[in-house]
């Protein structure tokens, strides 16, 4: 019996709190005509990060020796979403080729400690040496990542890391 009591006042509660008897002006449907909708005028939403693609193909010859990424130069926005494709066409099994992204002047020295970290530390630098990097991308496959470009406008630079028989592949990276 008191279960019950419990039970109905707990109704009674609900019914009251839920059915209050006003309706607010946002649950009165629209009128509806037969004129064309129109967009309603709102203002721009500031948070959304302005995204660049890039895609860099790793390009060549047979041999190791002429493989070279396609692009020695990228462009992007400061503080901008980099959306970035790479794409290996290299053959032979051997090629296998990343993209990691350092300060300007320490190309050589992070593709020199990422040949030294080795399979084990996936043949990426220190840390502190870059602020992206790729995966490693297989003789004819296609690896893609993301990263926010450096807020600070000026020249950085991008290597492969992976150890091979190719020249250091590098590039700039121009920040606007």
Known sequence: MKQLWIIGAFSIMLLSTGCNGRQ????????????????????????????????????????LQSMNFDKDTIEVKAGSLVKLELINEGKD????YNIVFTKEGFSA?????????????????????????????LPGQTVNM??????????????NTYPSDAPHMK??????
Do not use: W
């Open 24 to 63: 607010d002006a946002e649950d009165t449907p629209e009128e509806i005509t037969d004129e064309p909708l129109k967009q309603r005028d709102t203002e721009q939403d500031t948070t959304l990060q302005e995204v660049e693609e890039v895609t860099i193909k790793v390009v060549g010859e047979d041999e």
């Open 93 to 96: 099994p051997k090629m296998i």
């Open 109 to 137: 020295q992070a593709a020199q400690k990422g040949s030294k970290a080795g399979p084990s530390g996936n043949y990426l630098p220190d840390s502190t040496m870059m602020f992206a990097a790729t995966p490693l991308a």
């Open 171 to 176: 590039g700039k990276l121009v920040i606007k």
């Open 146 to 159: 993301e990263f926010t470009a450096p807020e600070k406008t000026g020249i950085y630079e991008f290597v």
